[in-house]
């Protein structure tokens, strides 16, 4: 059993999200949002490459030594498996590992709104799940997943870098691949997807304007495409995917996204009043209206049309973070600190609730 193992099993234990190796301090796992030291010997510079290094193969450790940083997956029987991104810094070696939780969260657990249970029924087009690092993307893309995988017999492909979560075949086949180990590239693993008879592709991240092209290629070729950005919320998503392309090649994006664009899911976790953590969530539906609003490069009436929406299960997330204080699931302090227009916080009374 390697070192670092024991470590591992706390953060499963106290129910932490991640650790961090850090030379200086000892061993802290991120436990409802704060760093909390473990029991454990503060970190030297060889102490920890000497924990770390015992969790890599041989080539693993020179790539990490030749390129700085390093991202892969660990598997702890019994435990569970662990996102980890291993990085040199002015103090030398450190690292931070996310728990991935073994059992796949239904939407129905994690309290998603009923549209976004409804996307899983989708046959293709684009769907997005957006937010910043640590919001729970993965996880409700998972869910998702999970939810096609009890409902149709379809070919799921995953294209992810490290590899999360690990679909069981119910009624779907997955062919899951990860960056590094089974594909060279999100865009060359993209590239090959379409002729491997998919219904449902999920790339881990549309990080560059090849993979963001080759998704909508997808998408407009019939199958569900479901990716991840850093944007907090819809019109934001809408924003980034146009401008990572070339001016010259914005009006041609805009007319494939109208036509392809099914959903968007911009989310972040916030402490619940119980000391847990809840996602709060805006979500964006596609329609005629959002085509045209698109192609038309007008988006800054997004907002409006998703307050109109309403009746097909379209939210703001000031909107939703207003139900989930007046649920009491949540402070208006917390909600403060995720809002979009904070104006709507610091000044809401009860009875606006």
Known sequence: ?????????????????????????????????????????????????????????????????TDRDLDKAYELAGVGRFRCNFLYQHRGIGAVFRIIPTDILTLEKLGMPEAVQKIAHYQRGLVLVTGPTGSGKSTTMAAIIDKINDTYPKHIITIEDPLEFVHPNKKCIFSQREIGTHAV????????????????ILVGEMRDLETISLALTCAELGI????????????????RIINAFPTDQQTQTRTMLSESLKAVVAQQLLKTTDGKRCAAVEILIGSSALASIIREGKITQIDSLIQTGKAVG????????????????????????????KSLFSTATDEQL
């Open 1 to 65: 059993m390697a070192q670092i193992d024991r470590y591992f099993a706390e953060v499963k234990n106290k129910g932490a999200s991640d650790l961090h190796m850090v030379v200086g301090f000892p061993p802290l796992l991120r436990l409802r949002g704060e760093l909390v030291p473990i029991d454990a010997p503060v970190l030297t510079a060889e102490t920890n490459k000497q924990i770390l290094f015992e969790i890599l193969s041989a080539e693993q450790q020179e790539k990490l030594t």
């Open 185 to 200: 590239s999100f865009g060359e693993a993209l590239k090959v997807a379409s002729r491997e008879d998919p219904d449902v």
């Open 224 to 239: 569900l495409v479901f990716g991840t950005l850093h944007t907090n919320s819809a019109g934001k998503t809408i924003d």
């Open 314 to 341: 379209m939210q703001t997330m000031d909107q939703h973070l207003l139900d989930l204080i007046a649920a009491g699931r949540i402070t208006r302090e917390a909600a403060y600190e995720k809002a979009i227009d």
